[in-house]
């Protein structure tokens, strides 16, 4: 089974530039979920998707982060202008429905440097 | 509010045993994960707990006390690649929030 995959690995920008991020989850994964890791801490959720509509936006900075997953398949984010402090991995991560477990499957995530 | 803590970094010596603790403050409570994340790379799943007690999968245990809000991750037989971040995630109010990791170091 494949598992997420995500494109590009590593994007070095600079301050005010715009920049996406490509995300394939799992196949049959109805749910997808996009985080952003500052080196030294855990995850923070961004956006979670069921299927084509945002389940929960509350910490996406929404003023330049965008998102969206068309299809209710791959997932694109966004952000425009970027800031120093975006500067971060972008991890994306997908869920199939279970009966209690439900693990979320991480892909390798984006590096991005903000100069 | 939503607060999980997890020591900041910790060594142990290759063979030994370690326990990595985690405390949290959720509004509800739908399950603990523990995650695995080596450097620069992706977390991968270590195991869940939604009921009290030990959940045992080879080298590696957890324990849940929901009434304590605690857990502990428990690796025994210590190997140089358990050298990781391990981090604590509690699942409540139909997301996961993320503890800060604890980056262990496996001496020789």
């Known amino acids: 089974e494949a598992g997420v995959a995500q494109s590009p690995r590593y994007k070095i920008i600079e301050k005010r530039q715009s920049v996406a991020f490509w995300c394939n989850p799992i196949?049959?994964?109805?749910?997808l979920y996009w985080y952003q890791q500052i080196l030294g801490q855990g995850p923070k959720l961004l956006i979670q998707?069921?299927?084509?509509?945002?389940?929960?936006d509350s910490q996406l900075p929404k003023d330049r982060f965008s998102a969206e997953r068309l299809k209710g398949v791959d997932s694109t984010l966004k952000i425009q202008p970027a800031k120093l402090e975006d500067s971060a991995v972008y991890l994306c991560a997908s869920s199939s429905p279970g009966p209690v477990r439900n693990e979320q499957f991480f892909g390798p995530g984006t590096r991005l440097t903000v100069l | 509010g939503q607060n999980i803590d997890q020591p900041t970094e910790m060594t142990a010596t290759e063979g030994a045993i370690v326990q990595i603790n985690c405390t949290y403050q959720?509004?509800?409570?739908?399950?603990l994960f523990w995650y695995q994340q080596h450097a620069g790379e992706a977390p991968t799943f270590l195991s869940y707990n939604v009921l009290d007690g030990l959940e045992e999968k080879g080298r590696f245990s957890s324990f849940l006390s929901r009434s304590k809000g605690y857990s502990y991750l428990l690796l025994k037989e210590l190997q140089m690649k358990d050298s990781a971040s391990y981090l604590c995630a509690v699942r409540g109010g139909g997301k996961l929030i993320f503890g800060q990791g604890t980056e262990l170091s496996v001496k020789p």
């Open positions: 196949s049959g994964h109805a749910t």
């Open positions: 998707f069921q299927n084509n509509g945002v389940v929960d």
């Open positions: 959720t509004s509800g409570f739908n399950g």
